[in-house]
């Protein structure tokens, strides 16, 4: 197996709905990283003070973005700006990824809303799918998105009421990388 160093994508749309959550956690092989450790950190519309919020509130986040062709929607608004804070993980070809449900609309992990489970879910039906893109000359703090990108994952319908994230409580989303993945 090779060692690879990729941007992942996880684009969470909903169909003819907007869905109120972001995914700030990394799951590699089914164990979570650190929130926005590995990925990039997204930034909310409203001019808000974070601090005025309970400590780990996210919701202000959540504001739709709208249209394909804006260019918040490659990583979530304001994204690269976190870019330089942001650690790039070290996967290997055919590993096991995914990413977790940060916030939904209720807000974030809290107990109150979320007793049965400790994290948000996805709130609406809808596809989850998960892309790559290679950085040009591998430079991932610099790559803007703005390259090819490729389809590794989908989570489409599973019948006519029913979506694979959708009803039933989900938090994460993951499949399997390619194991021929270039390094880098």
């Given at each position: 197996?090779?060692?690879?160093?990729?941007?992942?994508?996880?684009?969470?749309?909903?169909?003819?709905?907007?869905?109120?959550?972001?995914?700030?956690?990394?799951?590699?092989?089914?164990?979570?990283?650190?929130?926005?450790?590995?990925?990039?950190?997204?930034?909310?519309?409203?001019?808000?003070?974070?601090?005025?919020?309970?400590?780990?509130?996210?919701?202000?986040?959540?504001?739709?973005?709208?249209?394909?062709?804006n260019p918040n929607v490659t990583c979530g608004r304001a994204a690269f700006d976190s870019a330089p804070h942001t650690e790039t993980a070290d996967v290997l070809a055919g590993s096991e990824i995914g990413f977790r449900v940060s916030a939904d609309g209720y807000g974030n992990r809290d107990a109150f809303y979320h007793g049965f489970s400790p994290y948000p879910n996805f709130w609406h039906a809808g596809p989850g799918q998960i892309y790559l893109s290679r950085a040009p000359n591998d430079d991932l703090q610099s790559y803007k998105g703005d390259g090819d990108w490729f389809k590794i994952a989908y989570a489409g319908p599973v019948d006519n009421q029913h979506w694979s994230l959708w009803p039933d409580v989900s938090d994460a989303f993951s499949c399997r990388t390619i194991r021929s993945i270039w390094v880098g």
């Amino acid at each position: 197996m090779r060692t690879s160093r990729v941007t992942l994508l996880g684009v969470l749309s909903a169909s003819g709905v907007l869905g109120h959550n972001i995914q700030g956690i990394l799951l590699v092989n089914g164990t979570e990283t650190p929130e926005w450790k590995y990925i990039l950190d997204v930034a909310t519309v409203f001019a808000v003070d974070p601090s005025t919020y309970p400590a780990g509130y996210q919701g202000y986040k959540l504001d739709p973005i709208i249209g394909s062709d804006n260019p918040n929607v490659t990583c979530g608004r304001a994204a690269f700006d976190s870019a330089p804070h942001t650690e790039t993980a070290d996967v290997l070809a055919g590993s096991e990824i995914g990413f977790r449900v940060s916030a939904d609309g209720y807000g974030n992990r809290d107990a109150f809303y979320h007793g049965f489970s400790p994290y948000p879910n996805f709130w609406h039906a809808g596809p989850g799918q998960i892309y790559l893109s290679r950085a040009p000359n591998d430079d991932l703090q610099s790559y803007k998105g703005d390259g090819d990108w490729f389809k590794i994952a989908y989570a489409g319908p599973v019948d006519n009421q029913h979506w694979s994230l959708w009803p039933d409580v989900s938090d994460a989303f993951s499949c399997r990388t390619i194991r021929s993945i270039w390094v880098g």
